[in-house]
């Protein structure tokens, strides 16, 4: 009862944030005149001539307020604006390269959480010795990589020095066209996946192939991040009374380790999925543009670079909309799992 | 209070820390000496020394030799120049971003935590906002905006890293803010003002302000991936991220030579990753030492 109270309670407060978002994107349009926001709207070169017809349409020489009212109509009908860069609306074009960056998602994210998590217990287990220090050192060199340049690196060791082994991109043309085939039938657009589904083993290796890269780029600062975070909160549950207890019954220093402060330790690196979420967010972009890989970061960066406002501003709100119900449902897990938070009343 | 003799004490024996305070040192050398580590040369190209000078249009970059220690990079900027000249540009946007930040985190902050009620929720509810967008992206977004610079990256980097120091200077205050000290101030009649700034803040803010310092490293590699993706410093302008950028199209070398353009990729990213380091290795120690719950063991 008192759960369902917490997420309503968590849901109405959702609202204003969003509006706030919403607020935020819109103040940043209006840095442009009527004119260049119209042109956010403009499909094709011959409706350049309507300019002031789009401007009437949208209502974008009217009063500041009204026009908030009429941008945000069009943005919770979907109607983010036009992707010069993509070539559809900004709304279509982000469902069409999601696929791409899920994929990405979802081979870094395990892999980041597991290892992370294990390093992170096994340097606090055993604190000050040579594996600790040697954990450390490695998580601070990791965290102070540039993303980008270890990118770079990687590429120019697996594809420059081993030949092609570790190619950048999707696919490999061959299996580019395979994939496109009529044949290959696309039930989720994530190539390994449908391959699988497809039963085509050719098409599976070639993927990946050319996504072993790009999740090695996106973890391997992530790890470290929650290997010093693992740490840290095992330190402070292996000082616990209830461990000195485990220690005292006699149990082995695996099992304590293992049982009782691991799984105290774990709380924490659950709400760190919600800064996880914004940390591949931010990783894709830089990820996807080294190997270029035609996810949604890559076009977000072609969109930047060649000023498509409107694409990025659709991408920043769409990333704002799903990093807040991220953290909503993180802190809603975050309860079943530690029932103190509860009884508080409010999640700090 | 912390004792700062004591704490000099700890990093000193930390080799970890020690490391990060000699890195620091040498970039700091490094930025102040940059005209005379690597000088302009004579009827340089363009005034400002910040600007690399170039050795000829050609694209493909010259392997170091006597004249170029470094070699050069693509559009045959001088690597090293780049490079020297660009510890200035990395302190500079770091120092700026780092500065803004915390001035309005003060600000802000204490303002929040001391008066509380609605003043503290309408200014943590905007840091909700800001805190919504994932920081790199929405950097992006207002950089592409307001048009990409250096001096925008700097904007942009700061209107995504306020909210937090905001919050952490809010959280100390409202620590301390019903200490009897606070309490004994405001019966002898001080303004709310004074009360904040010569008893609250000072008894504070303290460890968060030296969080904040060592946050330089994560500001510079936020600026360089900025600059990275084509929206930071115009071309030729000495930075970091930038001339690992130049370096994109050479990675992969002629066939039997595929390492033949190492130098163009490699020597920029080392710089941008032991400078990075140097304040994580400073910042981790002096976490270590600040947490009081990891302290006792």
């Known amino acids: 009862m008192e759960l369902r109270a917490y997420i309503i309670r968590r849901l109405l407060l959702l609202i204003p944030v969003l509006l706030g978002v919403t607020l935020f994107i819109f103040g940043i349009t209006m840095f442009f005149s009527p004119i260049q926001r119209a042109t956010l709207y403009v499909t094709n070169?011959?409706?350049?001539?309507?300019?002031?017809?789009?401007?009437?349409?949208?209502?974008?020489?009217?009063?500041?307020?009204?026009?908030?009212?009429?941008?945000?109509?069009?943005?919770?009908?979907?109607?983010?604006?036009w992707s010069n860069v993509a070539?559809?609306?900004?709304?279509?074009?982000?469902?069409?390269?999601?696929?791409?960056?899920?994929?990405?998602?979802?081979?870094a994210t395990p892999l980041i959480i597991l290892i992370g998590i294990f390093l992170g217990s096994t340097a606090a287990a055993h604190k000050d010795s040579p594996v600790d220090h040697g954990t450390r050192v490695v998580a601070i060199v990791g965290w102070s990589l540039p993303t980008f340049w270890l990118g770079l690196i990687l590429l120019m060791v697996f594809y420059g020095y081993f030949r092609?082994?570790?190619?950048?991109?999707?696919?490999?043309?061959?299996?580019?066209?395979?994939?496109?085939?009529?044949?290959?039938?696309?039930?989720?657009?994530?190539?390994?996946?449908?391959?699988?589904?497809?039963?085509?083993?050719?098409?599976?290796?070639?993927?990946?192939?050319?996504?072993?890269?790009?999740?090695?780029?996106?973890?391997?600062?992530?790890?470290?991040?929650?290997?010093?975070?693992?740490?840290?909160?095992?330190?402070?549950?292996?000082?616990?009374?209830?461990?000195?207890?485990?220690?005292?019954?006699?149990?082995?220093?695996?099992?304590?380790?293992?049982?009782?402060?691991?799984?105290?330790?774990?709380?924490?690196?659950?709400?760190?999925?919600?800064?996880l979420f914004a940390a591949l967010?931010?990783?894709?972009?830089?990820?996807e543009t080294i190997f270029n890989y035609k996810g949604i970061g890559w076009w977000a960066w072609q969109s930047a670079f060649r000023l498509d406002i409107a694409s990025v501003l659709g991408f920043a709100l769409f990333n704002a909309v799903l990093f807040v119900l991220v953290n909503l449902v993180v802190d809603i897990l975050y309860t079943r799992v530690d029932p103190r938070v509860r009884l508080g009343g409010s999640v700090q | 209070m912390t004792d700062w003799r004591f704490m000099a004490r700890q990093l000193a024996r930390n080799p970890m820390s020690l490391?990060?305070?000699?890195?620091?040192?040498?970039?700091?050398?490094?930025?102040?000496?940059?005209?005379?580590?690597?000088p302009p040369p004579e009827g340089h190209?363009?005034?400002?020394?910040?600007?690399?000078?170039?050795?000829?249009?050609s694209a493909t970059p010259q392997p170091p030799s006597e004249e170029h220690v470094f070699g050069t990079t693509e559009g045959q900027y001088d690597i090293f120049y780049g490079v020297i000249w660009g510890t200035r540009t990395a302190f500079q946007i770091g120092l700026v971003v780092i500065g803004i930040v915390v001035a309005i985190g003060i600000v802000l902050g204490s303002l929040a935590g001391y008066f509380g009620g609605v003043l503290d929720e309408v200014i943590m509810r905007i840091t909700d906002i800001f805190l919504a967008f994932p920081a790199l992206i929405l950097a992006m977004a207002i950089?592409?905006?307001?048009?990409?610079?250096?001096?925008?990256?700097?904007?942009?980097?700061?209107?995504?890293?306020?909210?937090?120091y905001a919050r952490l200077i809010r959280g100390d205050i409202l620590q301390v803010r019903e200490e009897d000290y606070i309490e004994a101030s405001r019966g002898l009649g001080a303004s709310s003002g004074r009360?904040?700034?010569?008893?609250?803040?000072?008894?504070?803010?303290?460890?968060?302000?030296?969080m904040a310092s060592l946050d330089i490293g994560a500001v510079v590699l936020a600026a360089a991936a900025l600059s990275f993706l084509g929206l930071g410093a115009p071309e030729g302008y000495a930075d970091w991220g930038q001339l690992t950028s130049f370096a994109r199209n050479w990675i992969v070398g002629p066939p039997g030579d595929s390492l033949k353009y190492w130098y163009a990729v490699t020597i920029p990213g080392l710089f941008i990753l032991l400078f990075v380091l140097g304040w994580n290795l400073l910042g981790d120690a002096f976490r270590d030492i600040l947490d009081p719950r990891l302290a006792r063991r």
């Not at chain 1, 599976?204 to 975070?229: C, E």
């Not at chain 2, 490391?19 to 690597?38: C, D, K, S, T």
């Open chain 1, 87 to 107: 070539n559809m609306p900004v709304s279509e074009a982000i469902w069409h390269f999601l696929p791409a960056t899920l994929e990405l998602a979802i081979f």
């Open chain 2, 195 to 210: 009360v904040i700034l010569r008893h609250a803040l000072p008894n504070a803010i303290y460890p968060t302000l030296v």
């Open chain 2, 19 to 38: 490391m990060g305070i000699i890195i620091i040192v040498v970039f700091a050398i490094i930025a102040i000496f940059a005209p005379l580590i690597a």
């Open chain 2, 45 to 57: 190209w363009n005034p400002n020394p910040y600007m690399i000078p170039r050795d000829g249009y």
């Open chain 2, 143 to 164: 950089v592409s905006a307001i048009g990409p610079s250096v001096r925008s990256v700097m904007i942009a980097l700061a209107v995504v890293s306020w909210p937090s």
């Open chain 1, 45 to 81: 070169l011959r409706q350049l001539a309507n300019l002031p017809a789009i401007i009437e349409q949208y209502g974008l020489d009217q009063p500041l307020v009204v026009q908030y009212g009429t941008w945000l109509g069009q943005v919770l009908r979907g109607n983010l604006g």
């Open chain 1, 164 to 275: 092609g082994f570790l190619p950048p991109s999707r696919l490999s043309i061959q299996m580019d066209m395979v994939v496109n085939s009529a044949e290959f039938i696309r039930y989720t657009h994530i190539n390994t996946i449908d391959a699988i589904l497809n039963l085509n083993g050719p098409v599976f290796l070639d993927a990946l192939r050319h996504i072993i890269l790009p999740v090695i780029t996106l973890s391997i600062v992530n790890v470290a991040f929650i290997m010093r975070l693992m740490r840290s909160s095992m330190l402070e549950s292996l000082g616990k009374g209830y461990i000195l207890t485990a220690r005292a019954k006699g149990l082995a220093e695996k099992v304590v380790v293992n049982k009782h402060a691991r799984r105290n330790a774990l709380i924490p690196v659950i709400t760190v999925s919600g800064y």
């Open chain 1, 281 to 287: 967010a931010n990783g894709v972009v830089i990820t």
